[in-house]
T-cell receptor, first 113, second 115 residues
Framework: KQEVTQIPAALSVPEGENLVLNCSFT??????LQWFRQDPGKGLTSLLL?????REQTSGRLNASLDKSSGRSTLYIAASQPGDSATYLC????????????FGKGTSLLVTP | NAGVMQNPRHLVRRRGQEARLRCSPM?????VYWYRQLPEEGLKFMVY????????ESGMPKERFSAEFPKEGPSILRIQQVVRGDSAAYFC?????????????FGDGTRLSIL
């Protein structure tokens, strides 16, 4: 069964800290991996998309890496701010499962002032 | 540049009624995906459509659920004879051509509550 797992399930850090969110997937044959942010009662905001041929993507204070061979991705958030508080979701499109995103259950992040 | 638009934002139905959820993709996008988020669970894929075609419905329940994306107008997810277990947030996403190479952009979802 193709699964996506995110660790930790919840994380609380003081403002200003750098932090890492982890995502693992069970099959290295993927099209791409996408990181999203979800605020309570809202939809998903796409943060970064990493193609299977890429190793990392960067946007502002966010950096996402991809290691297909080990089935892992990390989302690095630099200099965290209270506005970063949200649930962060990792999703993978497996090569043999069409075009469906397979989601982890997310990491709930709280950045305290 | 409007994003993915879903309506209604909240929908309340009694058991046995029909629920119709609408999704207008981002401008220029012709690929639409529906996902469901049950309480305390992750998002699960339901169906992938292009204009007038269902490409992949492997995540759709076998009965009561149907989806369409007509040539004109929004994509519709239809749930007939709703039951309490249908209560969930339903999200629509769209993408441009290129299938797996393009990011999927999500709407704010429809929260469906069954009384």
């Amino acid at each position: 069964k193709q699964e996506v797992t995110q660790i930790p399930a919840a994380l609380s850090v003081p403002e200003g800290e750098n932090l890492v969110l982890n995502c693992s997937f069970t099959d290295s044959a993927i099209y791409n991996l996408q990181w999203f942010r979800q605020d309570p009662g809202k939809g998903l905001t796409s943060l970064l998309l990493i193609q299977s041929s890429q190793r990392e993507q960067t946007s502002g204070r966010l950096n996402a890496s991809l290691d297909k061979s080990s089935g892992r991705s990390t989302l690095y958030i630099a200099a965290s701010q209270p506005g970063d508080s949200a649930t962060y979701l990792c999703a993978v499109i497996y090569s043999n499962s069409g075009y469906a995103l397979n989601f982890g259950k997310g990491t709930s992040l709280l950045v305290t002032p | 540049n409007a994003g993915v638009m879903q309506n209604p934002r909240h929908l309340v139905r009694r058991r046995g009624q029909e629920a119709r959820l609408r999704c207008s993709p981002m401008k220029g996008h012709s690929h639409v995906y529906w996902y469901r988020q049950l309480p305390e669970e992750g998002l699960k894929f339901m169906v992938y459509l292009q204009k007038e075609n269902i490409i992949d419905e492997s995540g759709m329940p076998k009965e009561r659920f149907s989806a369409e994306f007509p040539k004109e107008g929004p994509s519709i997810l239809r749930i007939q004879q709703v039951v309490r277990g249908d209560s969930a947030a339903y999200f629509c996403a769209s993408s441009g051509p290129g299938q797996g190479n393009q990011p999927q952009h999500f709407g704010d979802g429809t929260r469906l509550s069954i009384l």
